[in-house]
């Protein structure tokens, strides 16, 4: 349970860090968390690494803050791809930064948290430790559950509505290859023709106007539908990573359909 506990202070901790790291600059308030609820899980991993993996460099704070630099360092490149590589998104990017590798990680970060973890081990876990300590068993026990419930259902919701987004994409995908298809099948494109001048003379036909504004009519009711479907995660999580790069957003389809559209009209 103290283990448990531990974890959670110091989301909770990194949480406050983060908003307040953010929310400054921008002048307002950003909720800066992967989940609905105030913490962040990688603050919490980082410190329980640090705290129980780098105790033989206790005594040394020079070698402390070295290790905290790798350590810290690890989690986040590790946490960046594996995200990248489950939901198709860069959260965060630091290639504007010097030294940076891969935009995952950059030498002023990586330093912050090296600071962070020389201060963590010192002065903020005996605190934290006493804290924890200081409440009776049961109320540990409860605190627990409770925390463990609520983090549990915060991640699963996200999660699906995260993975659920990829799959909305891939039925996009489809249909426009649906689209081409049915392009195709009514031989608008005519194989021997070069595509150069087929894609002219189907924009200059009115008629072909009209097949072609109607399929992505539907294409962009698909998108707008599955968006309202998880409207809040989607707003709540672009407000807090602003800067995250998506591999297909749905700003990216509105452009193009724009563009389609104006092209077709002028």
Known sequence: MFYILCFFAYSF?????????????AKKFINRGFLEGPYCPIYG??????????????????LLFVAGILVTSALEYITSWL?????????????TYPFNINGRICLKNS???????????????????????LLPHQAQAILCILLIILFTYDGV?????????????LEVENSMKELVKEFKTAQIFPLEEPISESIRRVLDSTDADEILLSHIQKVHDMVDS???????THERLSKAFPNKKEALSRTNIEALFKTIHNHLHR
């Not at 901790?13 to 600059?25: K, Q, R």
């Not at 991993?45 to 020079?62: D, E, N, Q, R, S």
């Not at 963590?120 to 934290?128: R, S």
């Not at 919701?157 to 994409?169: E, G, I, P, Q, V």
């Open 13 to 25: 901790l990194g949480w406050v860090c983060e908003c307040i790291y953010c929310s400054i600059p």
């Open 45 to 62: 991993c980082g410190a329980m690494l640090v705290i129980y993996l780098l105790t033989p460099f206790a005594a040394k704070p020079l």
């Open 83 to 95: 995200m990248e590589m489950f939901f198709h998104t860069k959260w965060w990017d630091y290639s």
């Open 111 to 133: 330093t912050l948290f090296g600071i962070m973890v020389v201060f963590v081990y010192y002065v903020l876990h005996p605190f934290v430790n006493d804290s924890i300590n």
């Open 157 to 169: 919701s996200t999660l699906m509505a995260l993975l659920r987004k990829n799959k909305d994409f």
């Open 226 to 232: 599955l968006h309202q479907k998880r409207k809040h």
